[in-house]
T-cell receptor
Framework: DTEVTQTPKHLVMGMTNKKSLKCEQHMGHRAMYWYKQKAKKPPELMFVYSYEKLSINESVPSRFSPECPNSSLLNLHLHALQPEDSALYLC?????????????FGSGTRLTVV | GENVEQHPSTLSVQEGDSAVIKCTYSDSASNYFPWYKQELGKRPQLIIDIRSNVGEKKDQRIAVTLNKTAKHFSLHITETQPEDSAVYFCAATRRGAGNKLTFGGGTRVLVKP
């Protein structure tokens, strides 16, 4: 299995809702990432997990809460989002020494906040 | 921190011609430079990468060159085909950066049949 699977593919949520994005990989990668991508822009790093521990938080607002239950799964919990949070949310994984193999991205969750 | 600039932002080429995208980086310690292709509505996919101990790498119709002295690297696509139409992102990182990739702003490539 050489893929990163993200669910759901699309999500529409109100500003008072709570929802979660899920990401799964079975490549044995021990580093996992959340990126946010706005239209016509490059991916923007949000969080990095290395060996299931949060290693980088790029000053992301607390309405985004990541979780790494095990080495194959990565979640992003969403609460009280704003319309400007609407974007494509990409999960990625890699070997911990990323300079060896590069990232594998999932197909993303397209989030719309209304 | 690292800063990566990418040019041009858009590139239109005739099918069969070559396309070149250039990136410059600021951190002289950067040692890994991947290129990603993102088709409309799809995930970024790694198409080629280069490490700082190599000056050039080829894979069929694509090649990447690296000039460490000038701190720039380039993607070359030869014999372009309509399926090469996509947004291309360069990126850079170094050891000790916590696996963080810094992306360039992207180049939208359109191959006209």
């Amino acid at each position: 299995d050489t893929e990163v699977t993200q669910t759901p593919k699309h999500l529409v949520m109100g500003m008072t809702n709570k929802k979660s994005l899920k990401c799964e990989q079975h490549m044995g990668h021990r580093a996992m990432y959340w990126y946010k991508q706005k239209a016509k822009k490059p991916p923007e790093l949000m969080f990095v997990y290395s060996y299931e521990k949060l290693s980088i938080n790029e000053s992301v607002p607390s309405r985004f809460s990541p979780e790494c239950p095990n080495s194959s799964l990565l979640n992003l919990h969403l609460h009280a989002l704003q319309p400007e949070d609407s974007a494509l949310y990409l999960c990625a994984s890699s070997q911990p020494t990323m300079t060896s193999y590069g990232y594998t991205f999932g197909s993303g969750t397209r989030l719309t906040v209304v | 921190g690292e800063n990566v600039e990418q040019h041009p932002s858009t590139l239109s080429v005739q099918e069969g011609d070559s396309a070149v995208i250039k990136c410059t980086y600021s951190d002289s310690a950067s040692n890994y430079f991947p290129w990603y292709k993102q088709e409309l509505g799809k995930r970024p996919q790694l198409i080629i990468d280069i490490r700082s101990n190599v000056g050039e790498k080829k894979d069929q119709r694509i090649a990447v060159t690296l000039n460490k002295t000038a701190k720039h690297f380039s993607l070359h696509i030869t014999e372009t085909q309509p399926e090469d139409s996509a947004v291309y992102f360069c990126a850079a990182t170094r050891r000790g950066a916590g696996n963080k990739l810094t992306f360039g702003g992207g180049t939208r490539v359109l191959v006209k049949p």
